[in-house]
């Protein structure tokens, strides 16, 4: 369990930035395909944001913040 403990995220800060603007848009629901389509980031990647969303906003913020 020491594992799920340890932050190592592997998500660049343009892909954050991605991930938020489509959040921001808020055309989409952001569970849905079409927002990660949008987005342009793959399955995976979208996952990873999406379990570590707490995470990642403590590091770069709202997009208002990251850009």
């Not at 190592?8 to 927002?35: C, H, L, T």
């Not at 906003?57 to 990251?66: F, P, Q, R, T």
């Amino acid at each position: 369990m020491e594992k799920e403990n340890k932050i190592d995220i592997n998500v660049s800060k343009s892909e954050w930035i991605a991930f938020m603007e489509v959040r921001q848009d808020g055309q989409y629901n952001m569970y849905s395909p079409q927002a990660r389509a949008s987005a342009g980031l793959d399955k995976d990647k979208w996952k990873t944001i999406m379990r570590n969303f707490d995470n990642l906003y403590d590091k770069w913020g709202d997009l208002n913040e990251c850009i």
